[in-house]
T-cell receptor, first 109, second 115 residues
């Protein structure tokens, strides 16, 4: 299997919460990241979490890390149409991260 | 984080020609830059690590003679796709790390179409 796995699609209604999930295989990962990619653009770092943390919150974004299960999630509260994008999970223990395939978030009215 | 400028954003070229993509770190002296390729519905694939003043380090399966990387200064790395073929059509993205694990800053990407 792949080192970092994500589901490919998520569809939510505007105003609802979105939860994007990610699993990884390397238990020695030290940093885990969430990136956002809008159509035709590069990746934008949304947030990151160090492996000794369980949770990190930044405005509408909440990251949860279950290190035992190697599971990372990104929750977006009050999802807006501008949140429609591809969200990449990534992990690293050295200087170079490994990315998942990305989850395409579709927000509909 | 660092500010990274990449251009062109889109380029269409004919088969057999070469295309140069530039990646500039505008406010950070980057000794290392990274070049990724993104296939549709797939993740980013690291192609190579660009090292200022020395040869790039290529990932397995990436042809170094086809994808020429030059990192002549601390603020500029270039990727040249030589003798382009339609299968080279893809989205190429560069990134810069400030080395403090706060993440990577990515360029806006270049959509290459080879016809």
């Amino acid at each position: 299997g792949e080192d970092v796995e994500q589901s490919l699609f998520l569809s939510v209604r505007e105003g609802d919460s979105s939860v994007i999930n990610c699993t990884y295989t390397d238990s020695s990962s030290t940093y885990l990241y969430w990136y956002k990619q809008e159509p035709g653009a590069g990746l934008q770092l949304l947030t990151y979490i160090f492996s000794n943390m369980d949770m990190k919150q930044d405005q509408r974004l909440t990251v949860l890390l279950n290190k035992k299960d190697k599971h990372l999630s990104l929750r977006i509260a009050d999802t807006q149409t501008g949140d429609s994008a591809i969200y990449f999970c990534a992990e690293s223990k050295t200087d170079i991260p490994t990315f998942g395939r990305g989850t395409s978030l579709i927000v509909h009215p | 984080g660092a500010v990274v400028s990449q251009h062109p954003s889109r380029v269409i070229c004919k088969s057999g020609t070469s295309v140069k993509i530039e990646c500039r770190s505008l406010d950070f002296q980057a000794t290392t830059m990274f070049w990724y390729r993104q296939f549709p519905k797939q993740s980013l694939m690291l192609m190579a690590t660009s090292n200022e003043g020395s040869k790039a380090t290529y990932e397995q399966g990436v042809e170094k003679d086809k994808f020429l990387i030059n990192h002549a200064s601390l603020t500029l790395s270039t990727l040249t796709v030589t003798s382009a073929h339609p299968e080279d059509s893809s989205f190429y993205i560069c990134s810069v790390s400030q080395g403090d694990h706060s993440g990577y800053t990515f360029g806006s990407g270049t959509r290459l179409t080879v016809v």
